[in-house]
C-alpha cells in the first residue's frame, strides 16, 4: 500500500523574538503562512519492522538524522506500531534555508503514517507530537497561516492573507538555525509589529502586510553572509512591494500583486541567484492532502 503526501514550505511573514527561555529556547512571536512550494512524500508500507528513507539529494540524510525518519519512529514507538514504512522523499524545497524544508518533511509523514498504520489521531495531537521533533513541525502539521507561540510550537489559525505572489531568492549558502538564535543579542531587538501584521490578515489589507513584515533574525544573518543583503537590495530594485528574510534565512522572499511585477523580480533574481521560485500562498489549512 502507497500513499503520497505534499509538504510544503512555509514563509514567516513576520518573527519576533520575546526573550530568551531559562530551556536556552526563545520564546517567539510568528506568523507562518504555507507557500505552494512542496516536497513530496511516498509513503509505502513494510512487511518487516523497519523505516527506510530514500532520497536522492545529497545534502539530505537518508538515516535517523532525517526529520522524516525521526517522525516515523516516534509513532512507531509511542503506538507500538509492528509494521514497517518507506519513505521516498522527493526534495524541491532548498535545504537548510528557512522554508521549515525537514520539519514540513517530518509533518507529512505524521499526517501520512496516521493514515497508513491507522492510528486514528487529529490534527492536534499529531501537532504535539510534532514540537517533539522540532519548532517548526507543529505549524506545518496544520499548514495554512498560523500566529506561531512559546518556542514555535503553540499554533493559533489564521485566515490566509490577501492573495499575491510570492518570489523567493536562495543564495548558495546554508544557514545553522541554533548558530543565528545563539548570536541574537535579545537586549537590541527592533520588534515587528505583529499586532498589525494580524490586523492586515484579517482585514485582507495587502498594503498593510507589506508595511508591516519584519523578522528580528534578519539583521544577525544579513551581518554573517553579506549575498543575503544583496538579494535584499536586488528584490527592491525590481520592485517588489515588500522584501523579508525567511526564518533565520538565508532565503529572501519578495511579495507582489500583479503579475508583470513578478515576472521582472523573478527574471531579474534569476540572473543574480541559482534558486529562485515564483509561488503563491497557499494560505488556508484544507488544500493539503
Ligand atoms: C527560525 C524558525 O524556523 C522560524 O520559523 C524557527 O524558529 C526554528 O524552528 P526549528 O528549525 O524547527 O527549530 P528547532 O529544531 O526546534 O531548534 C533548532 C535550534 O534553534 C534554536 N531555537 C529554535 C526555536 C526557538 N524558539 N528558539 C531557539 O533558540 C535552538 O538553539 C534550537 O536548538
Ligand atoms: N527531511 C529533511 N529535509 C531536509 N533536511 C533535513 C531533513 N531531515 C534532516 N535534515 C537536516 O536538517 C538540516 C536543516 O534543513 P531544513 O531544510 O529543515 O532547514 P530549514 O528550512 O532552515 O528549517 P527551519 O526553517 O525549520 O529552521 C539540513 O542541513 C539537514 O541536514
New binding site residues.
Partial sequence: MKLLVKAPA?I?LS?DVLNKRPD?????E?I?TTIDLADRIELSLEENDIIKIISLNRFVPDDQRNLAYQAAKLLKDKFHVQKGVSIKIEKNIPVAA?L?GG?SDAAAVLRGLNKLWDLGLNLDQLAEIGAEI????SFCVYGGTAL?TG??EMIKELPAPPICWVVLAKPFIGVS??D???RLDVSKINHPNTKSMIDSIFHGDYDQMCENVGNV?EDVTLNLYEEVAQIKDQMSKFGADAVLMS??GPTVFGLMHHDSRMHRVYNGLRGFCDQVFAVRIIGNRHSLD
Avoid: F, Q, W
Avoid at 522540532?134 to 513541525?137: E, H, I, M, T, Y
Fill in positions: 512555509k514567516n518573527l536556552g529556547y526563545h520564546e517567539v510568528m507562518m528557512g521549515a520539519s522540532g519548532s517548526d513541525v506561531a518556542r514555535g538555525t541554533a543565528i538564535y545563539k533574525l526564518g533565520s
